[in-house]
Nanobody
């Protein structure tokens, strides 16, 4: 099993910034994709930013130019720097990882989520 633990959510005014962090732990594993999704009240979970190991990074159009994802492969961590926050960014943010363990299938893993609230 791979465990993902997020930190850094909270309340911020519109125009402000927050930084989310996520750390992966567990048995020996290889992380392929790692990043962030979010789910606003009454809406489906959506991709925010995901980076592939040695590959491209994908951002939702709504966050391009405002959010920056960074990943440390050696530490198995991923951060999301969020700037120019808007009330529409209010959501529970989930850390995501696609990871494999020796002899096992590649699976999707999710953190428990951290709430980001942007006040107008």
């Amino acid at each position: 099993q791979v465990q993902l633990v997020e930190s850094g959510g909270g309340l911020v005014q519109a125009g402000g910034s927050l930084r989310l962090s996520c750390a992966a732990s567990g048995s020996i594993f290889t992380i392929n994709d790692m990043g962030w999704y979010r789910q606003a009240p009454g809406k489906q979970r959506e991709l925010v930013a995901v980076t592939s190991s040695g590959g491209p990074t994908n951002y939702a159009d709504s966050v391009k130019g405002r959010f920056t994802i960074s990943r440390d492969n050696a530490k198995n961590t991923v951060d999301l720097q969020m700037s120019s926050l808007k009330p529409d960014d209010t959501a529970v943010y989930y850390c995501y990882a696609k990871a494999s363990q020796p002899g096992l299938l590649t699976l999707n893993y999710w953190g428990k989520g951290t709430l980001v609230t942007v006040s107008s």
